[in-house]
């Protein structure tokens, strides 16, 4: 069965700083990838989502990869701040015709002021 | 903005009750969804429904679990003989189009389920 990964399960950075968080999957060839944050105790807040034809996508501070070779994405925030600190998800969609999404176990990152 | 809602923030039940718990999705979307997570866990596919019927479904959506759309705007998740484990944060969420890589599902704030 597919499994994602999210490497890091916590990622502390310096506000200014680049965070790059990292999702991992195996058995499976998505058609697109999803990254969302969540807040404690709130449902997921969709972020972007990446095509498996697009190389790279950007919306403001935020910029996502997508390796099918490497079956891997990078999800970067640059010039940090303490308001982006939160868990982010990646998400796949599980199948041809299928819409349920399959989560990773997100990475928590606190960015320090 | 729209967004989708959910109700109540909070449930606290008796092992073996039954509980609903209610959602209004996005009022122009066409796909609807159920996502649970325990505490500590990852967000986990239960079901989705399109067009007034399941469209899929995972392991966890067993016989105690039932979707309805009563009318226009509400979307429920009946749980007809809660267990301990039970107990979680239930997301609903919605989508707009009915198929392609363009579809993003939009989460409601959660309705955190106590099974005691």
């Known amino acids: 069965s597919q499994k994602i990964e999210q490497n890091s399960e916590a990622l502390n950075i310096q506000e200014g700083k680049t965070a790059t968080l990292t999702c991992n999957y195996t058995?499976?060839?998505?058609?697109?990838l999803q990254w969302y944050r969540q807040d404690p105790g709130r449902g997921p807040v969709f972020l972007l989502l990446?095509?498996?034809?697009?190389k790279e996508k950007r919306k403001e501070r935020l910029k996502v990869t997508f390796d099918t070779t490497l079956k891997q994405s990078l999800f970067h925030i640059t010039a940090s701040q303490p308001a982006d600190s939160a868990t982010y998800l990646c998400?796949?969609?599980?199948?041809?015709?299928?819409?349920?999404?399959?989560f990773g176990s997100g990475t928590r990152l606190q960015v320090q002021p | 903005e729209p967004e989708v809602t959910q109700t109540p923030s909070h449930q606290v039940t008796q092992m073996g009750q039954e509980v609903i718990l209610r959602c209004v999705p996005i009022?122009?979307?066409?796909?609807f969804y159920w996502y649970r997570q325990i505490l500590g866990q990852k967000v986990e596919f239960l079901v989705s429904f399109y067009n007034n019927e399941i469209s899929e479904k995972s392991e966890i959506f067993d016989d105690q679990f039932s979707v309805e759309r009563p009318d226009g705007s509400n979307f429920t998740l009946k749980i007809r003989s809660t267990k301990l484990e039970d107990s979680a944060m239930y997301f609903c969420a919605s989508s707009r189009l009915s198929g392609g890589a363009t579809d993003t599902q939009y989460f409601g704030p959660g309705t955190r389920l106590t099974v005691l």
């Open positions: 990446i095509r498996e034809n697009e």
């Open positions: 058995n499976y060839s998505p058609a697109y």
């Open positions: 009022s122009n979307h066409l796909y």
């Open positions: 998400a796949l969609e599980s199948g041809t015709g299928r819409r349920a999404l399959t």
